[in-house]
């Protein structure tokens, strides 16, 4: 009878281990799911926020690019100003300064909201509904290409750089991706 009781206990604490494990086991997978979500969404908002930051790019070479065509017009085709501007992807002209409220950062920027629109076109509309991104570009002179390019008495540069910032808080985090392009005047 005492053998009986032995396998009994042992039956027990077998189980019990094995549940435990079961346990350890499921808790890992839903561990692994949940963070595969975490990150699928972090990605999701990255890619969003570098397509963002490429257009903001695109839109200024689609500018210099139509102004190039127009006979009156010369370097540095409609980009004669080093400043901060806001741009939707439909703008042909440098029209809309950067508003910020305190520092020249774009976490203080009060008008480069990007809103969604029903069409999921990205504009800097009046949003009322959801605001994850903010968007800036930054025109000016660009880096030393050599003597033959910068005429200080006509301010002359040949050369413009582009910075499209993009800015957006995922789950109280900031986060900004920052593109970079270079513009010449190769005439």
Known sequence: MCVKQK??????????VAIGIIVVAI??????GLTSLVLGGQSSERVQATNLA?????????IVSSNRLDPTKSWPYGMDTNDIYIINYNDTALDTPVIFDGAETIDNCTNCYLCQQ????YTHADCLSHQVFR??????????LGDNCVDVELDYHCERKII???YWIERGREHSLILESHLTDWR
Request: hydrophobic residues 45%; glycine residues 8%; negative net charge.
């Open 7 to 16: 396998n009994k206990a042992q039956s027990l604490v077998e189980t019990v």
């Open 27 to 32: 808790v890992a997978i839903l561990s692994v």
């Open 54 to 62: 490429r257009e903001g790019i695109e839109v200024i070479n689609a």
């Open 118 to 121: 029903s069409s999921d076109l």
């Open 135 to 144: 968007r800036m570009v930054s025109i000016s002179d660009g880096g030393d």
């Open 164 to 166: 499209s910032t993009v």
